[in-house]
């Protein structure tokens, strides 16, 4: 039996598995600087979990992924651009790879072996920093020309907040880590002797902490949480009304996605669905994978790397 390798490669840190049978059979989480995609951190980390019966391996990366070349385009958290990761792979391991944005090869290990098995039109939608995703389509990753999936900026709030990308009210300005965060702190200023004040005092106010408080049964926390979760539903509303998946997967860092968020956003988006009085809303349920969903996905996508396919 052959395996292949999955390479998880963020800004600041790097999770690597082995996989064989569908099963992780070897795994290892490391810092890496953010110099490049490929640091000798990661080559490191995939030494370790190395075995001669290694057949392939895949890499996430985020940012912008030209997944035919292989090739790391942009990214705001990962220094480098126009770096051919792929060949540079290929070069040092001696073995095929594949590389695609983080978002896609996670969609794929939670496609193929988490929340979204058994169907062949699913969203990913992860939630964190900011929002992003990817789309499957007939039980194929769509990309567009290169890059869909980007529907944290969306505009949402004409004239809103900033965004880090340089636009105003977009969708992630109000249902993200940060924008719970931003409303927790105005919460807490206006609040000072108030029980979310007090549960996060001497503490970093952010998205995790405000979901783990929110779960905890904290009033407060879980009536902001709702806000963002009522911003999140209407947004996924959005996406329902274009592409009308038949699963909605939820992932990405912001604490333990629940039911305090995800069910204020299905109450919004059930309200707002177009036609709802006529259809369903599809599920929309919490990512299984967790945080080794894109290396566990870019394993499984380099065992089949034929799926990539045409560009589009």
Not at 177 to 201: D, I, M, T
Not at 239 to 255: F, K, S
Request: charge should be negative.
């Amino acid at each position: 039996m052959t395996s292949t390798i999955g390479i998880d490669i963020g800004g600041t840190k790097v999770y690597v598995v082995r996989m064989a049978g569908g099963e992780v059979v070897a795994e290892t989480r490391t810092e890496t600087a953010s110099e490049a995609p490929l640091t000798p951190e990661i080559f490191s980390a995939i030494r370790q979990v190395w075995s001669p019966d290694v057949a392939a391996v895949g890499a996430g990366v985020a940012g912008l992924v030209d997944a035919h070349t292989g090739t790391f385009v942009w990214g705001p958290h990962v220094a480098g651009t126009a770096i051919p990761v792929k060949e540079e792979l290929e070069t040092e391991l001696g073995v095929p790879a594949v590389v695609d944005n983080d978002a896609n090869t996670a969609a794929w290990g939670e496609l193929r072996a988490g929340a979204g098995q058994g169907y062949r039109d699913m969203l990913l939608v992860t939630l964190g920093t900011g929002i992003g995703g990817a789309i499957v389509i007939g039980g194929e990753i769509y990309r567009g020309l290169g890059f869909a999936g980007e529907w944290g900026h969306m505009l949402f709030d004409p004239g809103g907040l900033p965004c880090d990308c340089g636009k105003l009210g977009c969708w992630e300005t109000v249902a993200s880590g940060p924008a719970l965060a931003r409303l927790a702190r105005n919460h807490v200023a206006q609040n000072p002797h108030g029980s979310l004040a007090v549960r996060l005092r001497g503490s970093v106010i952010d998205g995790e902490a405000v979901t783990r408080a929110a779960d905890e049964g904290d009033e407060p926390a879980r009536s902001l949480v709702a806000q963002v979760g009522g911003a999140f539903g209407l947004g996924l509303c959005n996406l329902i009304a274009i592409l009308d998946p038949e699963i909605i997967v939820v992932g990405g860092g912001l604490g333990s996605i629940g039911e305090s968020l995800l069910g204020p956003a299905r109450r919004v988006a059930t309200d707002a669905l177009h036609g709802g009085s006529h259809r369903e809303l599809p599920p929309i349920v919490v990512a299984e994978l967790g945080s080794r969903a894109n290396a566990i996905g870019a394993a499984l996508m380099a065992a089949e790397p034929g799926r990539l396919g045409p560009a589009g």
